[in-house]
């Protein structure tokens, strides 16, 4: 590998070499080519590149692309260089130019490069003719009149180079981008991030496109109806995107979509074009036996135009050859989350779906994440198997959406298979069943056998259905030509692309066909869509079911959605179903009845599932019928602009053996997994709810078997009312009292450490104003309220007469006492509860954890039976009425020194109570250090 020394001595000598021949290279005759092989390829050469493929490897493993060129007008529709990590992800693109164009001045080259680099999703890329050296942000959307300046994130001249070379060797050379450099540069403050990232972007532009066609067939196709109009205009879109990426990776010859603006009725231009594209690809896209709406249409030809122009320079941001089908299915992902409605009057209107608003919006799942199930689940699968072997493995995303999980199953598999052939033994010239090209890259008979052999999924959406097809097909369509197409055409007489009718099916993965046995209106039963799994994939489950199944599964309440018959149906299908049904829980239930024996689940969940009540019933499935792998808990938000707290979970279908360990992840920030502990999968049953505690470990199990011994419930003592729902908060909480029947309230904000933070606010105590707490005794008695929010109970004394809304649960004696309250309230507020709380009773939730009433009513309270427990308790009551008292005098105190004594006094009164209360447990020093460490 090139040393820093030798690199700088190599592009100083070419410094020197153009400045004395600066004219002559400067003269318009001196070409791109030229300067290419005289200085570009030199100049990264220095650097560490293997510009000329000198290692020798195959096309799909060279560590710089040299992009075949397309020229189109006199311009070029590929980046000149690609330079890519080992695996063949992308770090830049450069564009090279010849020294007569101006890199600092002309906008057409700032634009070019911006546009291939936005395109990729890459973060940056570079122009340069040697002379000039220009570094872009390609994360600010780019526009055509843009001025070069605009995004430039650094210019060099080539008497700069030397100068700056520190730079240059630092974020560019090969050894410093495998060490990390060309990453710290991308965090650093160098730059300012764009926002209007290309999927984001394409996002606006597809709902754009939806709106044009959905109100012009709906107006001018009046006996077309809802489901007719949603179908018609998502095969035009699909269709013209696959065609338009066609265009510009060389497949189809560019421009051949933009002619069909020119002349007569657009539409049916457009539509010949569709009816050529199945001759040549034989894809369900453009079976128009199957599809009998989309031939007799009427489009306004403006639409057809519109649509078409903005799918070209100069109104066209994206460059299709290098817009990966990741970033379409993001983009498309958010895109299905709506849906055309026809009003009466036969006019249409775009509204979220039903269940996407009521969970919040759509959540397209990061491709890390795609990747790590990916590799947990179908890499252990296919590990040392031979092509034969793997075309046996079936793997199913039951509720696919955009197809994110199978692409990414797909391309583990194109990758494995290329490495595989790659290493035993290369292809001879000619012959059909060639898996690689002389280029070493899979044929598309090789990738068509892989994708019907191997990927199947099923939505609900019939539309998730098709975009996951077109998403299959346009990765197909990676690495084709128009030539390599042709030879396939005209002398093996296969067409290019698989039918997918038999892979991705629309149904409802949860509802089989016994559904029918309820009487339901037609209409109803069409959007359910019943299901059978077995009829649908008979082969399949000749041989036992699924080896792999991954995804991301809805996360929506089935009470909230469906008609009273789904809900029912399901909690007589499902053991999970129990109370609140969660559609997440249902899938991880019934995927596993999908699985062969010994198959992989991956997927990624909320992780409410892990300890929340209600889903005991899944846990007792897992732990009885499969073998837990793994747990990976995030500590972030996944989902960008939603607050679900999100966990990986791997199981394999067999029982797990005594000894069976589950390993225990945790990522703090994308993506560093780090690995916590290996639990026994049976210690989970140690507790009577099953709960899958991740963060216990043995000493943990040992310090709450002790606590628990050794203490009474609280609700040995007390019960819990959740306070106030008001039909409108707005409207029913005043800040004065208006009125002899507003009460003074609090809630959740209010409650403090030991202290209350006084009442600013009524609430109308009526039935008509309450929906649910209205039960008056609660709140003229003297009790100890809790936040609902936080991560462990927060607690204080509230006096009778003051209401509280619906964030605060009410803790009251079933006999009333003073002091008992007072003592009670140290245990809640203690050390030894929170750390009780964080291992038994913790929902895992790192966004608005919410504090539970079963929960709360189960926390520990140690048991007084002798003289010197009972002198202890005296002192924890005195205490916690003498710092509650300090407390109250603190908000009070202006002088700084006194409020530093107060502080200072309490914190030895609430030092004093932790001691008190370990020592009513009789806690070990190692006891209490683990409880100390904790919290």
Not at 58 to 78: M, N, P, Q
Not at 158 to 183: A, P
Not at 689 to 709: A, M
Not at 906 to 925: A, C, G, M, W
Request: charged residues 25%.
């Amino acid at each position: 590998m090139t040393n820093k020394q030798t690199a700088k001595e190599k592009i100083e000598s070419l410094v020197i070499r153009f400045e004395e021949q600066f004219e002559s290279y400067k003269n318009s005759d001196y070409n791109e080519t030229l300067t290419r092989r005289d200085f570009i390829d030199p100049f990264f050469k220095a650097l560490g590149w293997d510009i000329d493929n000198e290692s020798g490897y195959a096309e799909a493993y060279r560590e710089v692309i040299h992009e075949d060129k397309v020229k189109v007008s006199g311009s070029t529709k590929a980046p000149d260089y690609s330079f890519r990590l080992v695996g063949g992800k992308r770090l830049f693109f450069v564009e090279a130019k010849k020294p007569s164009i101006s890199v600092k001045e002309d906008i057409q080259p700032a634009y070019q490069v911006r546009r291939y680099g936005w395109s990729a999703k890459l973060p940056i890329s570079i122009i340069t003719d040697f002379e000039e050296f220009s570094i872009y942000d390609c994360t600010k959307k780019p526009k055509p009149n843009d001025k070069p300046p605009v995004a430039r994130i650094k210019y060099l001249s080539f008497r700069d180079y030397i100068k700056e070379f520190d730079f240059l060797w630092d974020t560019f050379s090969k050894e410093q981008v495998l060490k990390g450099s060309f990453d710290k540069y991308l965090q650093s403050d160098t730059h300012k991030k764009g926002t209007a990232t290309v999927d984001k972007d394409f996002l606006e532009s597809l709902d754009r496109w939806r709106t044009y066609l959905a109100v012009s067939i709906s107006w001018n196709n009046k006996t077309l109806d809802e489901e007719e109009i949603n179908f018609v205009v998502q095969q035009t879109i699909d269709r013209i995107i696959f065609l338009r990426i066609a265009e510009d990776r060389g497949v189809e010859p560019y421009g051949t979509l933009h002619h069909a603006t020119k002349l007569g009725n657009l539409y049916q231009n457009l539509f010949e074009l569709f009816q050529k594209a199945d001759q040549k690809y034989n894809s369900g896209l453009f079976d128009f036996k199957k599809d009998k709406i989309s031939q007799d249409v009427i489009i306004d030809n403006k639409v057809i135009k519109t649509i078409l122009n903005e799918l070209y320079y100069p109104e066209c941001p994206y460059e299709f050859s290098v817009l990966s089908v990741e970033i379409l299915g993001s983009a498309y992902e958010q895109f299905l989350g709506k849906v055309i409605r026809i009003t009466p009057a036969h006019h249409a209107k775009i509204e979220e779906k039903p269940e996407v608003r009521k969970a919040g919006g759509v959540y397209y799942t990061p491709q890390y994440i795609v990747d790590y199930i990916v590799k947990s689940t179908v890499g252990k699968l296919i590990e040392g198997k031979t092509p034969k072997e793997i075309s046996k493995i079936k793997i199913l995303d039951p509720a696919c959406g955009s197809g994110s999980f199978l692409i990414g199953a797909f391309q583990y598999l194109l990758d494995y298979h290329k490495d595989y052939y790659s290493e035993n033994g290369k292809p001879s010239k000619g012959k059909k069943d060639n898996p690689l090209t002389p280029e070493g890259n899979l044929t598309s008979a090789e990738k068509k056998r892989i994708l019907l052999n191997n990927i199947f999924g099923v939505d609900l959406d019939a539309n998730a259905v098709e975009v996951t097809k077109l998403s299959l097909l346009i990765k197909c369509l990676e690495g084709e030509t128009d030539a390599s197409i042709q030879q396939q055409l005209s002398i093996w007489h296969e067409r290019v692309l698989p039918t997918l009718e038999s892979n991705i099916k629309n149904g409802n993965s949860l509802i089989d066909t016994d559904f029918y046995s309820s009487e339901l209106e037609l209409g109803f039963e069409k959007n359910i869509k019943p299901f059978n799994w077995r009829k649908n994939f008979p082969l399949i489950f000749d041989e036992g079911g699924f080896d792999a199944i991954i995804g991301n599964p809805p996360y929506v309440m089935l009470q909230n959605l469906e008609k009273r018959e789904v809900f029912e149906y399901s909690s007589k299908k499902y053991r999970s179903a129990k109370y609140k049904i969660d559609t997440y829980q249902l899938f991880i239930e019934r995927s596993i009845t999908l699985l062969r024996k010994d198959g992989l689940l991956g997927f990624i969940t909320p992780n409410t599932f892990l300890k929340n009540i209600h889903a005991e019933p899944l846990r007792r499935l897992i732990i009885e019928t499969t073998q837990l792998n793994e747990l990976l808990i995030f500590n972030y938000s996944v989902f960008t602009s939603a607050s679900v707290d999100t966990c990986i979970i791997i199981l394999e279908n067999k029982i797990a053996s005594p000894q069976t360990k589950v390993e225990i992840k945790e990522v703090q920030k994308p993506f560093y997994p780090i690995f916590k502990s290996s639990i026994l999968q049976n210690s989970f049953t140690r507790n009577q709810r099953l709960d899958f505690n991740v963060s216990i470990t043995d000493i943990d199990i040992e310090t709450i078997g002790k606590i628990e011994s050794e203490s009474v419930q609280l609700n040995t003592y007390c019960k819990a009312y959740f306070g106030i729902q008001t039909f409108d908060r707005n409207k029913f909480v005043a800040k004065e009292k208006l009125s002899d029947d507003y009460q003074p309230v609090i809630d959740g904000s209010n409650i403090s450490f030991y202290y209350l933070i006084p009442a600013t606010e009524y609430v109308l105590f009526k039935p008509s104003a309450i929906k649910s707490g209205g039960e008056e005794s609660i709140y003229r008695q003297e009790r100890i309220c809790l936040r609902q929010i936080g991560a462990s109970p927060i607690a204080t004394i509230v006096p009778a007469n003051l209401f509280t809304l619906n964030t605060i649960y009410n803790v009251y004696l079933k006999v009333y006492d003073h002091d008992l309250l007072l003592f009670l309230l140290a245990i809640i507020n203690s050390r030894t509860t929170k750390y009780y709380w964080q291992k038994k009773n913790s929902d895992e939730k790192k966004t608005f954890p919410k504090i539970k009433k079963e929960a709360i009513l189960s926390i520990p309270v140690p048991r007084i039976t002798n003289p010197v427990q009972e002198s202890i308790k005296t002192e924890i009551i005195k205490l916690v009425d003498q710092t509650m008292t300090l407390k109250k005098e603190l908000t009070l105190t202006k002088v700084p020194a006194k409020a530093d004594q107060i502080l200072n006094r309490t914190d030895f009164y609430l030092e004093r109570i932790d001691e008190l209360i370990f020592d009513l447990y009789n806690f070990s020093i190692s006891e209490k250090n683990l409880i100390n460490s904790l919290c």
